[in-house]
């Protein structure tokens, strides 16, 4: 019973403490996400170990790594619990690298620049969810994607951010490009665990679960009191955010900042795969579907067009076979590593 | 007749293009009473309970809870300001367990907070019989445990109006006693209720009053023997009368 009360994280709203009924008590963990926390400290440790193991280019890679899996567990929050299928994250993309490149023009640190930045982009998020939010379904992803096509199309209009063809990002001169790398990879993997702990946590408070109920049925959810619209533009800020860090990480790995890069929509093309071959609507799915597509990508990459080629095949089949992903065939075990449910549990079968 | 009215309807009209749902409808549900609502398909009781809970807005005409206008709120204002409805064809969320699709409602619904909402959910799991349940994905559920599960959701939001759609539709004669057992105790608890079914057996054993619609009109109103007695709502009932015929079907 102890054991079970200090397994409930700090942050909960719903305290596991007993129940005024019969003694019931409201347990969050599952046994599978006990036994899998040593083991991801473990990587986590790994992981930011890492720049003293390889050269470079492995870091460099793994920077790819991290802003793919911020985008795809943020466009998984959106699209999976909030029914907001965007097309348009690139528009926050490409806000945080220009916001990241303005502020290093004005003599910031690139590095100190990157909250700035993200949270520019959290604030520019506000305006524009007035307007999308005013479509629904398909409008509202047309209407996402045109949106990051006027921000492109406004920022090449000023020369000072390198116009059309882009520019070089300034500021970085300072640092050794080793140190610099392993700077990026470490901001990188923070982000990352950032978005990755932000989204568990919320998915687990009372935002979370009415957003859960949203996912599954967004009237019943109003009929049970639930304002979808105010959960919906909470997760749009923050989806912001992170798209707008990852923005930030992506110009200081690239050391330059161009339009069609950054605001390209084959970024959102990529969210949605990882999210999709996953598993949407679960934590696990995004990081799941990131492994898959970059061991495919990194192996694969030489292939050209076979690689564009195999990476659509595999979306087919998964859409055909496991509409909930790769993590959906897991969760047919049983296995939970992010639990954000609820178990009651009765006094005389707490052994379980 | 000099009870306090919790809900009241003033001249409510509504319509879909030329289907009409409410014509000038006016009535009042007493406070602590139980309200049956009658009337053969397309009368309009669901569109009523629409308009009543948020889901459709009125044409013309006033809701009032307590002589406060509902007509201009949210259906998430009205539900917190204490109306809330079932649905006929129940709507659970499908992906969560039956404790986490009523502790939401306990939370948003109800306002409660950390261990507040849990036990509020846990009551309302073992009023509805629904506490061997708990841990079951709402999904997997059969029909009856589902229905079980709109009324606990319902009720985890502290409901002073509580509007029940054809909760009893669809279910076994044993099932049906059952449930209207689950809503004699909610009633006995204080809660108003509005209901409509089309298993006239289970409303008049339960309801004080009751109301017939059709055509969006009011037919008749009163002691539930008195009213299933009147000529007009038995030609309805017994389908042989033109009222039915002329009856637009399969609105929602």
Request: aromatic letters at 4%; charged letters at 20%; hydrophobic letters at 30%.
């Given at each position: 019973m102890t054991e079970m009360a200090t397994r409930e994280?700090?942050?909960?709203?719903?305290?596991a403490a007993p129940s005024q009924v019969s003694g019931v008590r409201i347990r969050r963990s599952t046994r599978s996400s006990r036994l899998a926390i040593a083991p991801a400290l473990i990587v986590l440790a790994v992981l930011a170990y890492l720049p003293f193991l390889f050269a470079q280019d492995t870091t460099n890679t793994m920077v790819n790594f991290f802003i793919l899996l911020v985008l795809g567990m943020t466009w998984n929050v959106l699209a999976g619990y909030a029914g907001l299928v965007s097309v348009g994250q690139q528009a926050f993309l490409g806000a945080g690298a220009y916001s990241v490149l303005w502020l290093a023009q004005q003599g910031m640190d690139p590095l100190a620049a990157l909250p700035v930045a993200a949270v520019f982009c959290g604030v520019v998020a506000i305006p524009v969810s007035w307007l999308v939010f005013r479509l629904r379904g398909g409008y509202f992803a047309i209407g996402t994607w045109a949106v990051a096509e006027v921000f492109a199309l406004v920022t090449i209009r000023s020369s000072a951010l390198g116009g059309g063809t882009g520019t070089n990002l300034p500021?970085?001169?300072?640092?050794?490009p080793v140190t610099l790398g392993a700077l990026t990879y470490w901001a990188a993997l923070a982000i990352a665990v950032l978005t990755l702990l932000g989204s568990y946590l919320m998915l687990r408070s009372r935002v979370g679960l009415a957003l859960t109920a949203v996912r599954d049925d967004d009237h019943a959810a109003e009929g049970v009191g639930v304002r979808p619209a105010g959960a919906k533009r909470v997760v749009y800020l923050l989806a912001a955010i992170g798209a707008g860090a990852a923005g930030g990480v992506l110009a200081i790995s690239q050391l330059n900042v161009q339009a069609d890069n950054v605001y390209g929509v084959q970024w959102a093309a990529y969210m949605i795969f990882v999210v999709l071959i996953g598993g949407i609507g679960t934590l696990e799915g995004p990081i799941i579907g990131t492994i898959v597509f970059f061991i495919l990508q990194q192996t694969l990459a030489s292939h050209g067009a076979w690689y564009l080629i195999l990476v659509g095949l595999v979306a087919v089949v998964m859409a055909l076979w496991?509409?909930?992903g790769l993590w959906g065939i897991a969760e047919r075990f049983g296995v939970h590593l992010f639990p954000v449910g609820y178990r009651v549990v009765h006094p005389e079968e707490s052994q379980s | 007749m000099t009870t306090e009215r919790l809900l009241e309807l003033d001249a409510v009209s509504k319509r879909f293009g030329r289907v009409v749902v409410a014509d000038g409808l006016s009535f009042g549900v007493r406070q602590g009473e139980t309200l049956g609502i009658v009337g053969p398909n397309g009368a309009g009781k669901t569109s009523l309970f629409g308009m009543i809970s948020g889901d459709l807005r009125v044409d013309t005409g006033d809701i009032r809870l307590s002589g406060t206008s509902l007509t201009s709120l949210s259906t998430a204002r009205r539900v917190r300001s204490g109306v809330v409805r079932t649905h006929q064809v129940p709507r659970p969320f499908t992906g969560m367990t039956v404790f986490e699709n009523v502790l939401v409602a306990a939370q948003q619904g109800g306002g409660l907070r950390a261990s507040h909402a849990v036990d509020r959910t846990l009551e309302v799991i073992e009023e509805t019989g629904l506490a061997e349940h708990?841990?079951?994905?709402?999904?997997?559920?059969?029909l009856l445990s589902r229905k079980r599960l709109e009324v606990a959701r319902a009720l985890a939001c502290g409901p002073r109006l509580l509007l029940l759609d054809e909760?009893?539709?669809?279910?076994?004669d044993p099932e049906v006693d059952t449930l209207v057992s689950i809503v004699r105790g909610v009633n006995a608890r204080g809660v108003t209720v509005l209901w409509i079914e089309h298993v006239v057996r289970a409303l008049v054993s339960t309801v004080d009053r009751l109301v017939c619609l059709a055509l969006g009109s009011l037919v008749a109103e009163g002691k539930p023997s008195e009213v299933l007695a009147r000529p007009e709502v038995k030609q309805i009932f017994l389908g042989t009368g033109a009222a039915v015929d002329e009856a637009p079907g399969g609105l929602p």
């Open positions: 994280g700090a942050a909960d709203e719903s305290p500021g970085l001169d300072g640092y050794d496991s509409p909930r | 708990a841990n079951v994905v709402s999904g997997r559920l059969g909760v009893a539709g669809g279910l076994t």
